[in-house]
């Protein structure tokens, strides 16, 4: 059993950055596909960026690309979202989420590849 748990959420302007961290528990990450996801009020979970990390491979949604950086920790079994240049469409609840395998790239994004996610931590990005 995955147990994942955010943090790093909160209130940030536009224009700023948030680092969001996805704690694992009962597995480490060395053999897992990580994602974030994301979900606005009203609107559908959405695909931010995913790590494979036996490869090294990591993908980005393009809304976020080049502002958002995907990492971790393998020490702390710990994943991280560096968010730069923040953007109030970026606000919403991020979600990580984990399966115990690379997921092939055509099923990166989708999100019933991953059968673990944590509780998620909210972003309010402020105009």
């Known amino acids: 059993q995955v147990q994942l748990v955010e943090s790093g959420g909160g209130l940030v302007q536009a224009g700023g950055s948030l680092r969001l961290s996805c704690a694992a528990s009962?597995?480490?990450?060395?053999?897992?596909?990580v994602g974030w996801f994301r979900q606005a009020p009203g609107k559908e979970r959405e695909f931010v960026s995913a790590?494979?990390?036996?490869?090294?491979?990591?993908y980005y949604a393009d809304s976020v690309k080049g502002r958002f950086t995907i990492s971790r920790d393998s020490a702390k079994n710990t994943v991280y979202l560096q968010m730069n240049n923040l953007k109030p469409e970026d606000t919403a609840v991020y979600y990580c989420?984990?399966?115990?395998?690379?997921?092939?790239?055509?099923?990166?994004?989708?999100?019933?590849?991953?059968?673990?996610w944590g509780q998620g931590t909210q972003v309010t990005v402020s105009s």
């Open positions: 009962g597995r480490t990450f060395s053999r897992y596909t």
């Open positions: 989420a984990a399966a115990i395998l690379s997921i092939a790239q055509t099923f990166i994004a989708i999100k019933n590849s991953y059968p673990y």
């Open positions: 790590g494979i990390w036996s490869g090294g491979s990591t």
